[in-house]
Structure formats: structure tokens, C-alpha cells
């Protein structure tokens, strides 16, 4: 029997990022940082999820099954190939990617501009804050770059090599997408992302306020 390769709580995490990204980005830019505060919270809890479903989740979601070691990325950038989850250079991208959100929404909530955002732990950030939020604003930089070659490498395999990457991650599984092993039930997930997220919130309550200077 035929499972799914991406479980739901894998295509649901894909399919709110590039929702929540432009979210921040916009919210940012329109120095709407009440939303952008928001936003960020759950794309925190979102990729700490992530990262932990990458051990506990579904074979395809977990990280023995899509990181590669050096050479096989090498071969497969000669050879190609088909992969029923990532293939080595996708799962080096997956990895890259979490590692830039994880940074991205890490560094916000010790930073702050002494304008406009002061993130709810720059007090325990003490004299880091100001380069905790100078690398917010390079690592943005950088994710923009990555996201730009992500989709770029997306559209490649999708229609130049005709890989159902798109349909796979929409529906679960598309042609040779597919595996022989259940998928982990969402629930398992959601529980995790509540759990984190109380911890968020608990961590924020009792956070103290930085002191004013003005």
C-alpha cells in the first residue's frame, strides 16, 4: 500500500510559510510591528515544531531521510535522480532554510530598535541586543536570497525535469511521491505546537520590560 510522502503536518507547515514571510515583510515595512510581533511568535513555534517533527515525525519528515552526506550531493548534482522525499540538494536547501527562519525569528524577540520594537527578552539580551538586531536585519538579506533560490530550484524540477514536487506537497503524493510506511497523525504535531507555544507565552509573561530612556 501507497502512503502519502508529505504528512499533513509537513504541507501545512509549508503552506504557511510564504503566507507568514509576507506577512512579516509587509508588517515590517509598514511598521506594523504589532502584527509583525505576532506573526513571528508562531513562525517561531511553527519551525521549532518543525525541527522537532524532523526526529519524531513521519520517515519522509525526518532529517536521516533527507540529509545527505557531501558526496551523495555531488552525485546527484551530476546524475540526478528520483527521490520519493527530498533528494540531497533539496534537503540540504530544507535544512538551510529552517536554520535562516530559526535565526530570523530567534534574534527578533532579543532585539530592539529603540523606536519603533523591543522584543520581549532584549532585557536578558542585555548589550547583545543591538547585534542580535543588526543580524535580524542581515539574516533577512540572506533568507530573501535563499527563498528567491528555493523557488527558482522548485520551478526548475517542476518543469524542466517534470518532477511533481508541487502536487506532491499540495496533495500529499504525486506519482512517484509516495511511500510504503503511515504518515504520523497531525495531531501529534499540533500538540507539540501548542505545547511550544505555551512555553512562548508563559517565557513573554514573565519577560521583564527593558528600561525606558526617554
Known sequence: MRYPVWD???RSFHWY????IGVMWWSGEQGRMDIHEKVGYSLLCLVATRVIWGFIGSEAARFRSFLFAPRAVLTYLKAG???AGHNPLGGLSVTVLLLLLLAQAGSGVFSRDDLLFEGPFSYWAGDLSGTLSEWHKTNWLLLQGFIALHLFA???HQWRKRQPLIQAMWRGQAGYK???????PLRWAVLILMLLSLVLWGLVTIAPEAPSYY
Open 154 to 156: 522548485v520551478c526548475w
Open 17 to 20: 510559510l510564504p503566507i507568514a
Open 8 to 10: 499533513r503536518a509537513v
Open 178 to 184: 509516495s511511500v510504503t510506511s503511515p504518515p504520523k
Open 81 to 83: 535522480g528520483q527521490y
